[in-house]
């Protein structure tokens, strides 16, 4: 007999053999046992999750010789059928190679057929979202009522892709990718089985490397064996997916505490060098700040690590902020995201270490900058010791002069009267009459704050000067602010209008006869009054708006002719009366 691969070898034959989608197996195991089946499922989820094989547990159960079961006896004819794929009342149809309307409607004729050996006919759909719309529209009406002795299964890893007529007549249950600790124990059990052994640290990289999908870990892992005999390491893996060793990963990390750039990039280098696919290395390295973000935040039961490395992670995160965390996985997560479309993924790479080294130097700076400066009054000794040349002089009577005040535009609204606030010392605060000090403290900063309100109020009062050029300049802010009102459409008619001339501070704003459908809309006193209140919140309160239709080029060079023969006329008659035109 031929080799059968370890995923089909170890294919879940019975609903206790499904690993990590608990929620499914207890519904449907209640579902056998309390008679209460429906006619159509969905199975959705990614892909080795264990849509397919479900299906064919539950086929088992409902057409078992030993009767409707959540335990199957997988001895009988008719189980080992379905195992197998030979038994004529389970149909399993490929949707991706079988989507057509003539393939549906093969299966809506024999649909009506009873079973040949079981009780029931199960009809397993998969890739179900790869069906044509026709296809869809032929299982419709089957799908809603089949016979008795029916059942479909669908299954899809893209359920959004189903139509919702079809997803409305069936029950829905979504597989989840299966933990990295339940994979890895069962990578464990099937190496015990094969008289391999796995180390911890191997078992975890495969099933990582797996992304929740148990058959793709039990095909690696099978790989690794081809490779490397029954003793399966964490170096053969590394060999086999061409991946690296998680020491890199911690390596960097260590390095970015420190900010050297030259390291990080002479490690990227050395990895690039080994043949790594680098667009791995950002996925890695973003996952593995995830991980320091849960350190951080101190939950580390979603880590996928051992105890030696957790150890470890823990000890870099010590290094790190939890705004430090976030930058890096944002500008990685950017990088990741751009490498799709640029040539050269190892530049994007590099220069998003170069970025995340100066985004830290610049925090150090702003740390310092914004260390607190703290003036605690003329008499403290740290003033003192602060302003040695400033105290020198008051005791020697030397007038110290005053610092020159900043001017702004705005300064003349503000009153500068002497605030009382810069008056009062730290001792004075602190001191048993702080109560009154606060008290007379308060009328000053409710005034100040009349004086600030009454300055902000004179300088919002100030609008653009209403002119011609000074409308054609602000007409892109005036449409963007109608849109930023939700007035898309609104906006969209303003563009075949223009500022046409200026009276009396009313604007003309002209449409052109061929867009007198737009004018129309913008007229309704509701456009017209949301596009009146942008102009007056630019130009005053008192500008208003009227639109009107421009007369068409051709029209124009008509009346401009008109105009032209009726001076000439004007002249001519001037000329023969030897006249004067007043």
Known sequence: ???????????????????????????????????????????????????????????????????????????????????DGSSMDVIEIDAASNRGIDEMRQVREKVNFAPVEGKYKVYIIDEVHMLTEPAFNALLKTLEEPPTHTIFILATTDPQKVPV??????????????????????????????NATIEEKAALMIAKNSEGGLRDAISLMDQVIAFSGNTITSDSVITIIGNYSSDFLFDIAEIMAKNGINELLSQLDEVINQGKNITQIVRDLIDFYRSMMFVKLGNTKTIEMSEDQITRLKNITANYPVKRIKEIIMVLSKAELDMKWHPNSRLLVEIAFIDLTMLAENTEVEKEAALPKHDY??????????????????????????????????????????STINTLTFNQVSSKDSSKNISAIEPVIEKKMEEIKASIKQIDNLHVELSLPAVKHHWTDIINKIKGKNKIKLSVYLLECEPFKIENQKVFLAFKEKYSFHKDQVSQKENADLIEEVFKSIFGNNTTVEFVTRPSDAQQNRLGDQAKENNEDTNNLVSLFDGQLL
């Open 377 to 418: 009054g003329s008499n403290s000794p740290a003033t003192k010791a602060a302003n040695p040349a400033r105290q020198g002089s008051a005791e020697s009577g030397t007038p110290v002069s005053e610092p020159k005040k900043e001017e702004k535009a705005f300064t003349s609204h503000i009153s500068s009267e002497p």
């Open 165 to 194: 007529t079809i997803l409305s007549r069936c029950q829905r249950l979504d597989f989840g990718r299966i933990p990295i600790s339940q994979i890895s124990e069962h990578l464990k059990y099937i190496a015990a089985k094969e």
């Open 1 to 83: 007999m031929s080799y059968i691969t370890l995923y089909r070898k170890y294919r879940s034959q019975s609903f206790k053999d499904l690993v990590g989608q608990e929620s499914i197996i207890k519904t449907l195991s209640n579902a056998i046992e309390n008679d209460r089946l429906t006619h159509a499922y969905i199975f959705s989820g990614p892909r080795g999750t264990g849509k397919t094989s479900t299906a064919r547990i539950l086929a088992k159960s409902l057409n078992c010789r030993t009767g409707k079961s959540v335990n199957p006896c997988n001895v009988c004819n008719v189980c080992k059928g379905i195992t």
